[in-house]
């Protein structure tokens, strides 16, 4: 991005532009938005679109950088008061669910990232990874959760987290059932039990 607002107004107007940018990149795809359409959306001028960034790509590194920042605050949010690794997983799973059913055109912004920005799609995950790892490991030293390599741990978890919500909110579009979420729950409580033998 090429400047940040400084004052209330600007802000609205950046937010009104990422917004309307959401809705059109989810309805058309990345390579189908085009910021004609982008702008007339969001009710703002191509020069403004152009004060902000320089092209397309520049929007959808914005877009995911938000997006990732918005998920790890209502994670965050939606496990603390916790004190166990195991509950904070278990709740963690449900919050992801909940946050992904109500966003589900930030998600389909990341899956386009993909596609077109790999990098940024790394990045992405990488983040989460890197604070993920370090409450696992600092969970693994309490002997709250059996150890294992923090880094692969926090990427089987969120691989689980994301097929799952993939098979039930994107592709049907509706809410994980409760027995999926049982489930979920057995199976991190058979792989980060610290009494398993694995």
């Known amino acids: 991005m090429k400047y940040s607002p400084k004052t209330k ?3 609205e107007s950046l937010n009104k532009i990422l917004n309307a940018a959401i809705a059109v990149i989810a309805e058309k795809g990345f390579n189908d938005a085009s ?7 969001a009710g703002v001028s191509h020069g403004l679109f152009y004060f902000y960034f320089n092209n397309k790509d520049e929007l959808l590194v914005e877009l995911i950088k938000r997006i990732n920042k918005d998920m790890r605050h209502y994670l965050t949010l939606s496990t603390s008061g916790l004190s166990d690794r195991v ?11 909940d946050w992904m ?20 799609y790394k990045w992405h995950y990488m983040k989460l990874s890197e604070r993920y790892s370090m409450r696992l ?9 059996v150890r294992y390599d923090p880094e692969v741990l926090s990427f089987v ?12 909110i994107l592709w ?3 809410r994980i059932p409760k027995y999926v979420i049982n489930e979920v729950n057995r199976i991190l409580e058979r792989i ?5 033998n694995c």
């Open 101 to 120: 059913y109500n966003n589900q055109y930030l998600y389909k912004i990341l899956i386009e990232a993909e596609s077109n920005n790999i990098e940024i």
């Open 35 to 41: 910021i004609d359409e982008i702008t007339s959306r």
């Open 137 to 145: 490991l600092d969970a693994m030293n309490k002997g709250e959760i």
């Open 9 to 11: 107004r600007g802000e």
């Open 172 to 174: 049907v579009n509706d």
């Open 87 to 97: 509950s904070i997983e278990k709740r963690g799973f449900e919050a992801f669910f």
């Open 192 to 196: 980060l039990s610290p009494k398993c």
């Open 157 to 168: 978890l969120m691989g689980i987290a994301d097929f799952i919500a993939k098979r039930y």
